[in-house]
């Protein structure tokens, strides 16, 4: 499974010269965690987060200079996202594989990761949507397995089976390369953990 099957695309996104406050409505409303920066050209430049948008712009209570240990911690107030946003920012291309993908973004304990082609951004790739893969019911993992070896080879050859992601393929003939090409191609499958293909027979 690579990025480009679970990314989403379009993205929402916002420029350098986006204000912070209509950046912090953009994750508000969306329910997002963060929005990738570009510029004119679509070029990613940056990634601002809740933490970015956040930081040094919720005043201390009036009340707070009465307690013991106050300090004025005020600074310059900033305005655009380009004052608070990351960058130089990670990415990742379309044809990365998913579970590096997302060892990435634990590794980094990030919640998204912008996905490029050259330095022009095509997607993105949230925890959220690892997560969904993983979530995909049975039945439906079984039913794009039987698809793609559709695609692959005909109808009627192959008998599909997953239990907790874990797909078994069943093959009407003894040929162990062709097994071996649709564990392949199953495993590409969002949702699918492993795939094995076994011979049966008729009478099985």
Request: hydrophobic fraction near 45%; charge should be negative; aromatic fraction near 2%.
């Given at each position: 499974m690579?990025?480009?099957?679970?990314?989403?695309?379009?993205?929402?996104?916002?420029?350098?010269?986006?204000?912070?406050?209509?950046a912090a409505?953009?994750?508000?409303?969306?329910?997002?965690?963060?929005?990738?920066?570009?510029?004119?050209?679509?070029?990613?430049?940056?990634?601002?987060?809740?933490?970015?948008?956040?930081?040094?712009?919720?005043?201390?209570?009036?009340?707070?200079?009465?307690?013991?240990?106050?300090?004025?911690?005020?600074?310059?107030?900033?305005?655009?996202?380009?004052?608070?946003m990351?960058?130089?920012?990670?990415?990742?291309?379309?044809?990365?594989?998913?579970a590096?993908?997302?060892?990435?973004?634990?590794?980094?304990?990030?919640?998204?990761?912008?996905?490029?082609?050259?330095?022009?951004?095509?997607?993105?790739?949230?925890?959220?949507?690892?997560?969904?893969?993983v979530?995909?019911?049975?039945?439906?993992?079984?039913?794009?397995?039987?698809?793609?070896?559709?695609?692959?080879?005909?109808?009627?050859?192959?008998?599909?089976?997953?239990?907790?992601?874990?797909v078994?393929?069943?093959?009407?003939?003894?040929?162990?390369?062709?097994?071996?090409?649709?564990?392949?191609?199953?495993?590409?499958?969002?949702?699918?953990?492993?795939?094995?293909?076994?011979?049966?027979?008729?009478?099985?």
């Amino acid at each position: 499974m690579r990025a480009r099957d679970i990314m989403t695309t379009p993205v929402v996104t916002v420029t350098p010269q986006t204000t912070i406050k209509e950046a912090a409505r953009t994750l508000a409303t969306r329910g997002f965690t963060a929005l990738p920066v570009v510029d004119e050209n679509d070029r990613l430049v940056g990634i601002v987060t809740e933490a970015d948008l956040v930081r040094g712009r919720i005043p201390l209570d009036p009340r707070a200079h009465i307690l013991p240990g106050y300090q004025e911690t005020a600074g310059p107030v900033t305005t655009t996202v380009g004052e608070v946003m990351t960058a130089p920012v990670t990415a990742m291309e379309p044809g990365t594989d998913v579970a590096l993908l997302a060892a990435a973004l634990i590794d980094a304990r990030q919640r998204s990761m912008p996905i490029v082609e050259g330095a022009r951004l095509v997607g993105i790739v949230t925890r959220r949507d690892v997560v969904a893969t993983v979530a995909r019911d049975d039945a439906t993992v079984a039913t794009d397995v039987r698809h793609r070896l559709e695609l692959y080879s005909g109808p009627d050859r192959w008998t599909v089976e997953c239990h907790e992601g874990v797909v078994t393929i069943g093959d009407r003939y003894d040929d162990a390369t062709e097994r071996h090409v649709v564990s392949v191609l199953a495993e590409a499958v969002p949702g699918v953990v492993r795939a094995n293909a076994i011979a049966v027979s008729d009478e099985d």
